[in-house]
């Protein structure tokens, strides 16, 4: 740390909490309090009896002035955040982003990295809209309204549905069928629209701290928007604020659903029409609506992979012609295929599936493929700048990628699956029925892949469950070294020894992460492979085989059909859970709080970034306050608390970050985000922000899972007790708990070292007071008082 002395004026510590949020009452020990700037999702609170503190210093000499920042309603919010796990698998592509490894150089190589998951992300927009399609168009317009066996027993889909004789009303028809149908999936389109477009309005639309030139380091903007290496990205003035790029974003995936839609709804009328006795100006028709529905495509790929975000400076503008003729388009195209559908075509009936569901086997492939070359483009940028540190050697974000489009196809695969089972009965192909509604024949070779897939990780975690018994009995020494009354034979010893085990198990993730992705890739491609060369699920597909490959087959298609099954009640039932339940949704936040720290980078449609808005909230904060009073700052982060704190005092003038203090505990800023996410938090990001701030101070234990060291000299404090003390004492006449991931602050050395930080800091740093108040910054506080609690 910096040697600086203490002078002058009051101090401030901003608590901010982690996941899974906290009360300001919890925050602060108190249960009145204020609300003293900010609204209800977001706020800064005070005790009541601090409101005014800086008018009496008087009365806050030795202590800092308490103030709690509660950003949990930003994830957990109201009922309508349970739509959000709708969108888990655009969250996870996000990720993939910015896991990008560390690289110097190699310029192309970055904007081609986020081109590729850009590219991800817009495949699995086309995919749940094609499985929106199969579900609406072909599994319930095509193939059950046109066969009278299974919509005898629907009467809502009575006026769809022809006579015996092939007659019956104008909705009858083949292609009227699926224009009514269509208005479905272009319904779910509008809907991820409108959730983005609102989340976009209250997260990408804040403002970041203005006035601040671009540091020298920030390197200028290129063409695609990716910023070269440079060793504070989450310094960069426009970090925080995406609301150009995912503007642009969002028109484009909102275009690529709708002209999904209009594909999936112009094949079959013509196909028929390209059969002989079709009429030749519809064949003609057909041709246009397909071509122009092919180029707008390309322009949505165009867009997605043009421009890039745009950080070294605060980008205002907004393609406003793009982003109204880009969506109009293709919303004017799919009005063109709603109009060929209909047209009128005597004789046309259904049977089959609809044509077109090779597009499933398409989509899988461009994935596999998109994802490989993504992680020969990460290794190429590992190269550049090795970091031992980094999870799978650079290849985190492909291994993520993966997963993305795994999630996607199990939740879009098990909805088309169970409509599919609805409509036809509990009969599962190749298993001794004759199935009237039959899905796609790639989602059940999916389906049999979980299996096999559930079997892998039942291994991994038998070796994980191995490795926490060798790692216990370390432990278990360690215990007795550090408790002198410690005996090897104690329960306590044991259960010591055991917690710290499975703290350490968070350092294997990437190992089960390897192996899972792996697997899946490689499950994938037999899937896909099977699919095509037989074109019959595995259960028919394996008939005549040998007995052991038969059963085998039947085996894992009838278990992976349940699966799916029960996947799909689970999510329904925790969704709807979530909508009626607070707790519920704060369970669901604390998975937010972890995968929505980072900007939508990747897919718009993604849950929105809730950094957008706490980091601006506290870099506001921090600067207004310090410029307007003088005083000391110390930021005071516990676990996810501690990556808000660490972004906000990036987002700083150097003078004012001078003036603040970091206090990290339960910090997962090395531990988690050094080795997953290594281009913005790696060894060399995190030192250069130690080297800025006028000191920092590390707190951890080895009984916490999340938190940890952050590797760096003179930051780490000694890993705290815990339990403070091992056998009943006069101090403690009751056994101490093991603490773990919580409460820090009840250790003695979170006091200590917090006055050592407020002790060193410089008394002013910024502007003085009376320079701070000529140039408009008026109030400590930012706004009328308003009673929380």
Known sequence: MHDRTAGGGPALELLVHGVGGATPEEMLGDPRTTRVTGDATAAMHRRTDDVDAESRPEDYRGRPIPEAYCWSNLTSGNGSRALWLLLLPFMVVNLAHWMRPAARGHDRAIRLHGVLVRLVGLSLTVLFTAAACEVALDLTAWQCAGTPACAGNRSWLGFLTPDAAGGGGWWTAPGRRLALAALVPAALTGLLWYLSHRTWNAYESQQPLPGRPARAHLAADVPSGEVPYTVAALGRPGFWYGRRFVARLRAAHTAAGLLTVAAALSTAPARHDRAPGGAAAADLAGWMLQAAVGCA????????????????????????????????????????????????????????????DAAFAVLTLAQGLLVLALAAVALLLHRTAPDHRAALRGLAGPAVATLACALGGVMTGGVAQRVADWLDGPSTPGMGADPVIQPPVLLSWQASALPPLLLVLLLGAGWLARRTRELRREETARVLAEYPEARAEDVRARRIAGTRARAALTDRAPRILALTSAVTLLLGGIALAGSRLTAEVPGEAARGAPPVVEGAAQTVQALGSWLVGVGFLLFVTWGRRAYRDASARRTIGILWDVGTFWPRAAHPFAPPCYAERAVPDLAWRIDTWTRATGGRLVLSGHSQGSVLAAAAAWQLDAEVRKGVALLTYASPLERLYGRWFPAHFGPHVLRTLHDEVDCWRNLHRRTDPIGGPVQLPGVDAAPLRDPAAYARTARDPLPAPILGHSLYQADPAFAAERAALLARLAAAPGLPRQAAEAAGVTAARGGPPDTAA
Do not use: F, K, M, Q
């Open 297 to 356: 495509a390309l322009w949505c790929v165009w867009v997605v992979c043009r421009r890039g975000r745009t950080e070294s400076h605060i980008d205002h503008t907004l393609d406003r012609v793009l982003l109204r003729a880009l969506p109009a388009n293709a919303l004017t195209l799919l009005a063109c295929a709603l109009l060929y559908a209909a047209w009128p075509r005597p004789g046309w009936v259904s049977g089959g599936r609809l044509p077109g």
